[in-house]
Nanobody, 116 residues
Framework: QVQLVESGGGLVQPGGSLSLSCAAS????????VGWYRQAPGKQRDLVAT????????HYANSVKGRFTISRDNATNTVSLQMNSLKPEDTAVYYC?????????WGKGTLVTVSS
């Protein structure tokens, strides 16, 4: 069973930066993809960024391209999201996601608030 714990959320001013981290534990092999999603109040959960393990392809939502960077550290089983040039519309709960054998695993989320 995969367990995911996010950290790094908080309050940041517009234009600022924040780095999120996701620590994965449990049976970590045969991973199909790792990624970050976010859910703003009253909205659905949307993909922010993902790494497709087969071919190590990355994919970003258009709204974060050029500002966010996803990375994975195999040695520590962590997935990170570096967020730069943050905007108020980036405010949301950010969730870590791992897909293993076609099954989704989720963390409990970390809140990011972008406000002056």
């Amino acid at each position: 069973q995969v367990q995911l714990v996010e950290s790094g959320g908080g309050l940041v001013q517009p234009g600022g930066s924040l780095s999120l981290s996701c620590a994965a534990s449990g049976i970590i092999f045969s991973i199909d993809a790792v990624g970050w999603y976010r859910q703003a109040p009253g909205k659905q959960r949307d993909l922010v960024a993902t790494i497709i393990i087969d071919g190590w392809r990355t994919h970003y939502a258009n709204s974060v391209k050029g500002r966010f960077t996803i990375s994975r550290d195999n040695a520590t089983n962590t997935v990170s999201l570096q967020m730069n040039s943050l905007k108020p519309e980036d405010t949301a709960v950010y969730y870590c996601n791992i897909v293993q054998y076609g099954k989704d695993y989720w963390g409990k989320g970390t809140l990011v608030t972008v406000s002056s």
